[in-house]
């Protein structure tokens, strides 16, 4: 597909308004591409769904696809649901509860003369992997077979724009994993805006290609799922996608490929941060996954930078993992959080209490604007 | 048994149900689907007839389309007979009396439907007129059906509004409600017994009808 033509199925959206719902965003969205909608509770992500759908109005606000424009609240244009041709997957279906899985999707069909509407419903069904429970009414389906129907409904309409309200929540976790891949292939076999809301980082890691991150109807960062999980534009994002260890420090010098920082009197290396001077407070983060945990007594521990002595206060052991927390020596006492594999703790005899020496990967080290409260060192 | 009355008592109810059909399908999903500054005064209003007494009601009607007034004068104008003391006349009345019967059952049903199943339904093509037919009237047949048998089984059993408002004029104003209430003035026991052992059996069918309904009614879709 050109450039040109990719420009043509895109959905471009702008809202504002302050009340009751404060939205302030512009986003888009090409065709082909899956974008995920991640925030906390009332960060606005099912109001721009249902904004794009029709089913709320903003105060002020555009929505177009392609070349059809379906809300702009400047020209005084507003098309109802119906006439939007658009797809949308609601948080918990929806079926039409009197209709068979058949009809549901073949409801969803007026465009089409009747006698072909069965026919492309059947296809439709069997496109979304649900064979033989065509003429089952909703309640007699499972949550993963509802979710099918009213996937094939959605796409019924052969829509410019799917979108999708937490799609996943309502079923359960080896589903889901099954409808991850699902999802992703169906994005492939139709090349259209795909949006979807999730409050599930890693939900959206594995099936988005973009992902934003909303707070209170604004963006707070867009990008790739990796770039925005592992490096958060700000410490109001590093929150928000729950990375657990964030603290503010000083950069006392750039050296060659390093800079140093200084962490309440610990000297910190990190790769050079070029957009920061020398002198100047910001915040940092750190993945636990890139935090290296040792007992004090072993001595390969030397060799690595970013070395600090602490005792574990807490230990938790997971499904897949076990989530250790540190206390490091010293006046301030950071906590830092980290998973290591869950045989780790029986194999060293690590246990809370411990005395244990932490490394901080420089290259795990993402650096940040600084809050103008400093108050960067509380969770 | 006195026929005419009962074939009027019958003729009745099923104008006011005709009526009453649209009026409560209207009414009931916009109290259903619309929320707006004073609808609870709304629905008291339309609630009224439930707690007045009959005579209350016949008398506003009196007072409101009697031949003296702008609409009675118009009335009679226009067909030539008073609204009051004619069939017309108890046709509006009943309509009147019968608006919290036939609204309220319709409007519980319309108020079970997930908002979802009909954001859905929009979303999928549906203009509000399909929405109609195809969703919300499937969804919500039991309570309306219930809201025009409520309003049949209260238009035989009508009494007091009747008398205010049609007086009792054989094969035009005098239901079978007013035609035992006659016969009893008249001493005739055994007329007035047979048709209020009809009506009774009447009354209950539809109560029966009722009951069987409403175990669906209110249930939630979705």
């Known amino acids: ?121 059947g296809e439709l069904l069997e496109r979304v992997n649900l064979t033989d429970l065509h003429n089952r009414k909703p309640a007699e389906l499972s949550g993963g077979q509802q979710q099918r129907v009213a996937v094939a409904r959605a796409l019924a309409r052969d829509p410019d724009v799917l979108l999708l309200d937490e799609p996943f929540s309502a079923v359960d976790r080896v589903t889901r994993q099954r409808l991850y891949g ?67 420090a000083r950069i006392v010098a ?58 574990i206060r807490d230990l ?20 830092l959080s980290m998973t290591l594999p869950a045989h780790y703790a029986r194999r060293t005899g690590l246990g809370p209490g411990s005395a244990v020496t932490v490394a901080l990967m420089p290259e795990g080290i993402h650096i940040m604007a600084g809050e103008s409260e400093g108050r960067a060192d509380l969770p | 048994m006195d026929w005419v009355a009962l074939s009027l008592s019958i003729k009745l109810g099923l104008v006011t149900v005709a009526l009453l059909l649209p009026v409560g399908l209207v009414a009931g999903r916009w109290l259903a689907y619309t929320a ?16 007045l007494p009959p005579t209350v009601v016949g008398y506003y009607l009196l007072v409101g389309v009697g031949g003296a007034t702008p609409i009675g004068q118009f009335w009679k104008a226009a067909f030539g007979h008073n609204l009051v003391f004619s069939f017309e006349g108890l046709v509006v009345a009943s309509v009147i009396v019968n608006l919290p019967f036939a609204i309220q059952p319709m409007q519980r049903a319309f108020e079970a439907i997930a908002p979802e199943i009909r954001e859905a339904a929009a979303v999928s093509g549906l203009s509000p007129l399909q929405v109609l037919l195809r969703i919300d009237i499937p969804l919500a047949w039991q309570g309306i059906l219930m809201g025009l048998v409520l309003t049949f089984a209260h238009t035989l059993g009508e ?23 006659d016969r009893v003035q008249a001493f005739d026991t055994q007329s007035a017994g047979i048709m209020a052992a009809a009506l009774l059996a009447m009354s209950l069918v539809t109560l029966g009808l009722i009951y069987r309904l409403s175990s669906h009614v209110g249930r939630r879709h979705g």
């Open chain 1, 1 to 121: 597909m050109s450039a040109a033509g990719m420009a043509d199925d895109t959905l471009m959206i702008a809202l504002k308004q302050r009340w009751p719902i404060p939205l302030d965003l512009s986003l888009s969205c090409a065709a082909g591409e899956v974008l995920a909608l991640v925030g906390p509770s009332g960060s606005g992500k099912s109001t721009i769904l249902r904004s794009i759908a029709g089913l709320y109005r903003p105060a002020a606000g555009q929505v177009t696809v392609g070349g059809a424009t379906w809300l702009d609240t400047a020209r005084r244009i507003d098309l109802p649901p119906h006439r939007r041709r658009v797809g949308l997957v609601f948080q918990n279906y929806a079926l039409f509860p009197h209709m068979t899985a058949l009809a549901n999707v073949a409801a969803a069909l007026g465009h089409l003369p009747g006698p072909e509407r069965g026919r492309r419903a």
């Open chain 1, 182 to 248: 699902e999802l992703r292939e169906l994005s492939r076999a139709f090349p259209i805006p795909i949006l979807f809301v999730t409050h599930d980082f890693d939900e959206a890691a594995r099936v988005a290609s973009r992902m934003c991150l909303l707070d209170r109807g604004s963006i707070l960062q867009i990008g790739t799922p990796r770039d925005v999980l592992a490096r958060p534009a700000s410490v109001q994002a590093a929150r928000l996608v729950d990375l657990k260890n964030i603290f503010s």
């Open chain 1, 254 to 311: 750039h050296d060659g490929p390093r800079s140093w920082l200084d962490w309440n009197g610990r000297r910190l290396e990190t790769p050079r941060t070029e957009s920061h001077p020398v002198g100047s407070e910001i915040a940092w983060a750190i993945a636990g996954t890139q935090v290296l945990l040792s007992r004090t007594d072993l001595d390969q521990a030397d060799r690595l930078p970013n070395r600090f002595s602490g005792t």
């Open chain 1, 316 to 335: 938790v052991h997971l499904s897949e993992s076990l989530a250790v927390t540190v206390s490091l020596d010293g006046r301030d006492a950071p906590l």
């Open chain 2, 36 to 51: 707006f500054a004073g609808k609870g005064w709304v629905e008291a209003a339309l609630a009224l007839p439930l707690v």
């Open chain 2, 159 to 181: 009494f007091g509004v009747v008398l205010m408002v049609g007086g009792s004029i054989s094969g035009e104003t005098k239901t079978i409600s007013i035609a035992i209430y």
